[in-house]
């Protein structure tokens, strides 16, 4: 089960941190992906990081800005957001999955396990 948490409303220019913790299971294996759904839009990637070597993938719209990092030891993995715009608003989900090729972690169909969302909000 994978728990989602550190959402909040924050003004344009600030920050906030997310942090995806796994219970039942260890993401030790695992790669983790960050998407988001906005109102009205289908649910895009983010930000994922590989088990393997902790390779890294950004969608081109948060690199610079989000920072995606695991912690093996507390299981968890944390999406760093900073410098947030309006249009980041989202509601933001982490999943998990394991096999994953670093090529395909983009992709959400490739991830099995869901996490439920927790709302981001920036207002400008």
């Known amino acids: 089960q994978l728990q989602a948490c550190g959402g909040g409303l924050v003004q344009a220019g600030g920050s906030l941190r997310l942090a995806c913790a796994a219970s039942?299971?260890?993401?030790?294996?695992?790669?983790v992906g960050w998407f988001r759904q906005a109102p009205g839009k289908e649910r895009e990637f983010v930000a994922a990081?590989?088990?393997?070597?902790?390779?890294?993938s950004y969608a081109e719209s948060v690199k610079g800005r989000f920072t995606v990092s695991r912690d093996n030891v507390e299981n968890t993995v944390y999406l760093q957001m900073n410098s947030l715009k309006p249009e980041d608003t989202a509601v933001y989900y982490c999943?998990?999955?394991?096999?994953?090729?670093?090529?395909?972690?983009?992709?959400?169909?490739?991830?099995?396990?869901w996490g439920q969302g927790t709302q981001v909000t920036v207002s400008s």
């Open positions: 039942g299971r260890t993401f030790r294996t695992y790669a």
């Open positions: 990081i590989h088990w393997s070597d902790r390779a890294t």
């Open positions: 999943a998990a999955s394991q096999g994953i090729l670093i090529m395909t972690m983009k992709n959400l169909e490739r991830y099995p396990y």
